[in-house]
């Protein structure tokens, strides 16, 4: 889509109503390409980065392991 529309095959109002999404997102897909080409236009996560570490909790307070009953 983003192609189409630098290509002048698609204007950003047309790509919106035929994909269903806003043309201020397609706005923002088309600075992403600008700046980065098309891989910059992949979906990103929404996530904040912290939480892809490993070992991370997500903020809450993890009970201790409790012994073998001796």
């Known amino acids: 889509m983003v192609l ?3 290509a002048g ?3 950003v109002a ?3 109503v035929e ?4 043309r201020r ?3 923002r897909l088309l600075a992403r390409y600008r ?3 098309l891989d910059a236009v992949e979906p990103r996560s929404l996530r904040p980065v912290s939480m892809n570490r490993p070992g991370f ?8 392991p409790t012994g ?3």
């Open 4 to 6: 189409k529309i630098v």
């Open 9 to 11: 095959q698609l204007t």
């Open 14 to 16: 047309d790509a919106a």
């Open 19 to 22: 994909y269903g999404i806003s």
């Open 25 to 27: 997102h397609l706005h």
């Open 35 to 37: 700046e980065g080409g």
């Open 57 to 64: 909790s997500g903020g809450r307070v993890l009970p201790e």
């Open 68 to 70: 073998s009953g001796s």
